[in-house]
């Protein structure tokens, strides 16, 4: 089982709603990542925080929108998202974000866009 | 920026034989080079990885190696098994730089 927990397993929603991705690590790990996977395709990154602040946003649209409240937690707020979001959304921790430790990866949330 | 080019993009092998998967990098200055496995509704997997100061490392029927000179690391998994197909992703990142970079991964079918 992997230490990287994320919620929901799967989500459905309309293009007006507004929902939220969950992302819960306990290893201590103060570097937590957002990546979005489309099929057969490599995991593209979204967001990087360190230390709680934001550190990386690699020029995504404002219709997501992270949070990190703690240390442990990540959020991923959506609304008003758009049919090609439909993806796997990934997140991952690790030590610090130096790219030299090594990223510890969820199960991912599947998110479909109607 | 960093690319890693990945091949093959599928390999099939029959059960008990070896794989062998490469990546090459672009960026000399990489200085690690982690290897993910995903199955199929998971996410990826750390399964190996290497740092620019070791030329190889070994876990039980996985490796990985290093060529810092022709820039290329590979996997190989010997002894292979049907719960090892999945697809696998190299990366590599620069200490200097803030990410990975992904290979376009292998999808690895293990025929009993």
């Known amino acids: 089982d992997t230490e990287v927990t994320q919620t929901p397993k799967h989500l459905v929603m309309g293009m007006t709603n507004k929902k939220s991705l969950k992302c819960e690590q306990h290893m201590g790990h103060r570097a937590m990542y957002w990546y979005k996977q489309k099929a057969k395709k490599p995991p593209e990154l979204m967001f990087v925080?360190?230390?709680?602040?934001?550190?990386i946003n690699e020029s995504v649209p404002s219709r997501f929108s992270p949070e990190c409240p703690n240390s442990s937690l990540l959020n991923l707020h959506l609304h008003a998202l758009q049919p090609e979001d439909s993806a796997l959304y990934l997140c991952?921790?690790?030590?610090?974000?130096?790219?030299?430790?090594?990223?510890?990866f969820g199960d991912g949330t599947r998110l479909s866009i109607l | 920026g960093e690319n890693v080019e990945q091949h093959p993009s599928t390999l099939s092998v029959q059960e008990g034989d070896s794989a062998v998967i490469k990546c090459t990098y672009s960026?000399?200055?990489?200085?690690?080079f982690p290897w993910y496995k995903q199955e199929l509704g998971k996410g990826p997997q750390l399964i190996i990885d290497?740092?620019?100061?070791?030329g190889e490392k070994k876990d039980q029927r996985i490796a990985v190696t290093l060529n810092k000179t022709a820039k290329h690391f590979s996997l190989h998994i010997t002894e292979t098994q049907p719960e090892d197909s999945a697809v696998y992703f190299c990366?590599?990142?620069?200490?200097?730089?803030?990410?990975?970079?992904f290979g376009s991964g292998t999808q690895l079918t293990v025929l009993p």
């Open positions: 990366a590599a990142s620069l200490g200097s730089a803030r990410q990975l970079t």
């Open positions: 290497i740092r620019s100061n070791v």
């Open positions: 925080y360190s230390y709680e602040k934001l550190s």
């Open positions: 960026d000399s200055a990489s200085n690690y």
């Open positions: 991952a921790s690790s030590q610090d974000n130096s790219p030299l430790w090594p990223q510890h």
